[in-house]
C-alpha cells in the first residue's frame, strides 16, 4: 500500500538557511531512493520558517528504509536545537 506523508517542519528564524540547506539536501538524496514515487519541499508564504515536505511512498517498508538513512538522521540532529518544536508527520492514505 502507498504511503503518502506530510511534514511540516517550523525552524528557529536564526537557523532557517541552515535548516533549509539540510532539507534541500533531503530532497537531493531521496529522490534518487527506489521506493520513493514523490518527494517535495514547500515553503510558506505566511511564515518563511516553515516548510512543508509533501512525500509518496510505493510502501511502509520503503518509508522505514528512508528514514535510516544518513541524511534523514542529520536533519534529526537539528530538532532539538534548531526548530521551533518536533516535525509534525501526518501519514495518508488516498480514500
Do not use: C
Amino acid at each position: 500500500m502507498k504511503i503518502y506523508l506530510t511534514a511540516i517542519i517550523k525552524a528557529k528564524e536564526e537557523y532557517r538557511a541552515e535548516v533549509l540547506e539540510v532539507l534541500q539536501n533531503m530532497v537531493k538524496e531521496t529522490v534518487q531512493e527506489e521506493a520513493n514515487e514523490l518527494y517535495t519541499l514547500h515553503q510558506s508564504i505566511e511564515d518563511k520558517n516553515h516548510f512543508i515536505f509533501y512525500e509518496v511512498w510505493k510502501s511502509a517498508e520503503g518509508l522505514e528504509k528512508h528514514n535510516q538513512q544518513p541524511y534523514i538522521k542529520a536533519f534529526g540532529n537539528l530538532v532539538d536545537e534548531k526548530l521551533l518544536e518536533k516535525p509534525q508527520i501526518y501519514k495518508s492514505k488516498i480514500i
